[in-house]
């Protein structure tokens, strides 16, 4: 059994992980649409790293090409370190039972090699010299002498402006001192992988032995190895309700009251001149409007359809339909304001107002993150997912084409951005508005019910 590097990163994150992969892979659930884009927005960066070295050669390995395929990957390693070669992108290894395709190997004059590593990441992260500490294994394990180790990740301070500059897109830290201090411990790990993969028996699946911060992705694979007890309920919740604190946090409330929601595109490669790499942009907003606590509620929304950047248009529309006087009713106040601070930064000429919108936000969210309002039944969350179910049970999100924030932003951008889904591109707007319009809903009628205690 031959173990890779990504193998090897399972074990440290939970050694039970690689037993199951090894030997159980069909409990392991396969990558969600939206984890999958990370993947793909990751891959497309590499094309940045690689740039920014001259006559490189791209081993890599092709599933229709038996010639290119990945069995033959160390043997064209080696065949073009032999003719020659400085710069190898995509190279594989194999020693002692292991193996590892790294990103970017430069060999130097003395026949010492820079080992380099491409990450989607902001900064080189604990995780990133684990994963290089065993490819340098690997590595010298075949002769080579590693004389250098680095990580090329995202440079998040970056405005795109025309088109993609590679050099300054990315960012190279090096990171040999870190990694060769693992050396001693790499080694070790190596062996105990190759042990735990090879045995009969799973090792302790346990939550808490999870490491690198896998807790939540294995928990994931930890329901499918485990039999859960048929859930009870165990008679009434329990409620806690300051009325005292809701009073005086409802009072200061200004009609007309403007319930605001964004949804925001994000992407590592900017789409577009002024924007930053994982910077979110809205795209979409649905407002709901109670002038008065007896008024009729209304609904105003903006929904960008255009391949073009939905910033300023978003924002001049808002401007208008937020009128100058009233709260504006958020759930976790960072988030949106954070994102009207953005977009006055990107258009200066607006930059007054969305100061202005941002002057008068409230968050509906405090009174129960300062547990004023609790129910035993948000799981210690203060998420409206989770407030919303137990307080208007009415309301439901299960029933939308579309649930949760991450597959909007993915489903706009592809349908929108990316030109996919031509066939369902007026169905995936239609659900948008539908998923955007709930969420303020949401916080209306959470609101309501707060004023009736």
Known sequence: MQLSKS????????????????????????????????FDSGNQFEQYGESLFEGGITIGFDFADKNKSYATMPSRTQDAIEAGNKVLFQPRFEWNGFTCISDILVINKNGS???????????????????????????????????????????NKYIRSGEIEADKITTVTNVTTKVKALS??????????????????????????????????????????????????????????NAGELKNYLKNLVYPLYFLDYETMMSLVPYFDGHRPYQQIPFQYSLHILKLPTAELEHKEY??????????????????????????????????????????????????????INDRVVDLMVPFKEKWYSDSRFDGSSSIKNVLPVLCPELSYK????????????????????????????????????????DTLAMVEIYKKLTKI
């Open 184 to 241: 001693a411990e790499t080694v070790i790990n190596m062996e105990a992988a190759k042990q735990v993969a090879g045995q009969t028996e799973m090792p302790d699946p346990a939550p808490h032995l999870a490491k690198l911060g896998s807790k939540k992705d294995w928990l994931k694979i930890y329901d499918n190895l485990v039999s859960k007890p048929p859930e009870t309920t165990t008679g009434e919740p329990k409620r806690v309700i």
């Open 303 to 356: 929904l960008h359809r255009d391949n073009s950047d939905p910033s300023l248009p978003l924002a001049k529309q808002l401007i208008v339909d937020i009128g100058e006087e009233g709260s504006v009713i958020v759930w976790y106040e960072g988030f949106e304001k954070a994102r009207n601070n953005e977009l006055g930064e990107l258009h200066p000429e607006i930059k007054q107002d969305m100061q202005a």
């Open 7 to 38: 193998d090897y990163m399972l074990y440290l994150k939970h050694p039970a992980w690689l037993w199951v992969k090894k030997n159980d892979p069909t409990k392991i659930p396969p990558v969600d649409a939206n984890t999958q884009v990370l």
């Open 113 to 155: 090699v820079d080992l380099y590593e491409i990450k989607g990441s902001t900064s080189a992260k604990t995780i990133h010299e684990l994963d290089l500490a065993f490819q340098v294994a690997v590595l010298q394990g075949t002769g080579l002498s590693i004389r250098n180790v680095f990580v090329i990740h995202v440079n």
């Open 399 to 438: 029933e939308l084409g579309i649930q949760e924030g991450a597959s909007a932003q993915r489903l706009w951008m592809e349908a929108v951005l990316d030109g996919k889904h031509p066939a369902q591109k007026e169905q995936i707007l239609s659900d948008l508005t539908e998923y955007c319009k709930l």
